[in-house]
């Protein structure tokens, strides 16, 4: 009990931190013709978890195209490390494709990573990926994490560019 005590203030710092940034910040303006994004989630017990992950297996930053099942799998596996056990969602490869985004590891938890936005534009489709990460004065758990988000965006067999933006968590 007294070490749940001696947590809680910690606790209440880091559920405090991210609470001031405006949603606007949380998307990547892109020029052409916006496209759907759908984050993958997993499958099981309502509501579904999504695809994000900060424990995957991601140690380096990276940005995929993953236009086949074969990939998928794999792709999926790293996503959610060696304790996954969440079935692989289906995506059907002819219609759809799915894009992936990785910080790479962070020494504490306070980043995340997110795909709001994607647009067509000239015969390039523009993916946003947007980083959030710890602002000045935050606390924050020290311990290794990965963060990795994976989005469902319309096929486009033609280049892919991933725009990237960092936002800054503003904490009290």
């Given at each position: 009990?007294?070490?749940f005590?001696?947590?809680?203030p910690?606790a209440?710092?880091?559920?405090?931190?991210?609470?001031?940034?405006p949603q606007?910040s949380?998307?990547?303006?892109?020029?052409?013709?916006?496209?759907?994004?759908?984050?993958?989630?997993t499958?099981g017990?309502?509501?579904?978890?999504p695809?994000?992950?900060?424990?995957?297996?991601?140690?380096e930053p990276?940005?995929?195209?993953?236009?086949?099942?074969?990939?998928?799998a794999?792709?999926w596996?790293?996503?959610?490390g060696?304790?996954?056990?969440?079935?692989?969602?289906?995506?059907?490869f002819?219609?759809?494709?799915?894009v992936?985004?990785?910080?790479?590891?962070?020494?504490?938890?306070g980043y995340?990573?997110?795909?709001?936005?994607?647009?067509?534009?000239?015969?390039?489709?523009?993916?946003?990926?947007?980083?959030t990460?710890?602002g000045?004065?935050?606390?924050?758990?020290?311990?290794?994490?990965?963060?990795?988000?994976?989005?469902?965006?319309?096929?486009?067999?033609?280049?892919?560019?991933?725009?990237?933006?960092?936002?800054?968590?503003a904490?009290?």
């Open positions: 009990m007294k070490t005590l001696a947590i809680l910690a209440a710092v880091v559920l405090a931190c991210g609470a001031d940034h606007s949380l998307h990547v303006d892109l020029p052409g013709t916006a496209v759907a994004v759908t984050e993958i989630r499958s017990a309502p509501p579904p978890a695809a994000r992950a900060s424990g995957s297996g991601f140690t990276a940005r995929l195209v993953i236009r086949s099942q074969e990939e998928w794999s792709t596996a790293l996503i959610h060696s304790a996954s056990t969440s079935p692989l969602p289906p995506v059907d002819g219609a759809d494709m799915v992936v985004a990785a910080t790479g590891t962070r020494g504490s938890t995340d990573i997110t795909i709001p936005d994607a647009a067509l534009d000239a015969g390039t489709l523009r993916v946003g990926v947007v980083e990460t710890p000045s004065g935050c606390v924050f758990a020290t311990v290794l994490t990965s963060p990795v988000a994976a989005a469902r965006v319309p096929r486009h067999d033609g280049p892919v560019e991933f725009v990237d933006k960092t936002v800054a968590i904490c009290q």
